[in-house]
């Protein structure tokens, strides 16, 4: 069963646009990882964000959770062509760590 | 360092047929996880093997089975195929350690005609 829910389900944006990206979930979590996956290959690790953190960044990534509303958003600054691709959000429970509940993903063209 | 790996890139069977894939984890991973990834349904966990162990598993019939290896790599078995196994099947490793990363290989595409 899917934990999380991600909005928009499709986003279209132009090069150098920034993206935002919406999870919410269902269930207390132990942390929330943020995944990427172009064209129905594997999927790339992002970030991971621990339920006691409120904010994170890497690069252009910077995410954030609200563990009082149980959602989470991925931003994606000056977005280029190559990060168009699908991306998920991962909860892992507090006493179930190991075993990754998926979002229903997002899917993010970007236009040069 | 290499990433996870996995064998066959695509798989084609027939209903009632086995499968079998192989995953090989970044070196220094014990942890191993299986995932499907089926058109409408999703990424849904599969399995967890932890030094060599079933740790874990989804909500998935007994047909669905595994094993992981003494030196971590791991193998997905699925018996009488059906129609809806047809997916990408998903391995990652991680370090044994609650709460962290899984780094996900390129996948298995499995059809079953």
């Known amino acids: 069963s899917q934990q999380g829910e991600e909005d928009p389900q499709a986003l279209s944006i132009q090069e150098g646009e920034n993206a935002t990206m919406n999870c919410s979930y269902k269930?207390?979590?132990?942390?929330l990882q943020w995944y990427r996956q172009n064209s129905g290959r594997g999927l790339v690790h992002l970030i991971l964000i621990r339920s006691n953190e409120r904010e994170k960044h890497s690069g252009r990534l910077r995410v954030t959770l609200d563990t009082s509303k149980k959602s989470s958003s991925l931003l994606i600054t000056a977005s280029r062509a190559a990060d168009t691709a699908s991306y998920f959000c991962a909860t892992a429970a507090p006493y179930n760590t190991d075993k990754l509940i998926f979002g229903t993903g997002t899917r993010l063209q970007v236009f040069p | 360092e290499a990433g996870v790996t996995q064998s066959p890139t695509h798989l084609i069977k027939t209903r009632g047929q086995q499968a079998t894939l192989r995953c090989s984890p970044i070196s220094g991973h014990t942890s191993v996880y299986w995932y499907q990834q089926a058109l409408g349904l999703g990424l849904q966990f599969l399995l967890w093997?932890?030094?060599?162990?079933?740790?874990n598993r989804g909500n998935f019939p007994p047909r669905f089975s595994g094993r992981q290896f003494p030196n971590y790599s791991s193998e997905l078995n699925v018996n009488a195929l059906e129609l809806e196994d047809s997916a990408l099947y998903l391995c990652?490793?991680?370090?044994?350690?609650?709460?962290?990363?899984?780094?996900f290989g390129p996948g298995t595409r499995l059809t079953v005609l």
């Open positions: 093997y932890d030094e060599g162990e079933e740790r």
């Open positions: 269930t207390s979590i132990n942390n």
């Open positions: 990652a490793s991680s370090l044994r350690s609650s709460g962290r990363a899984q780094y």
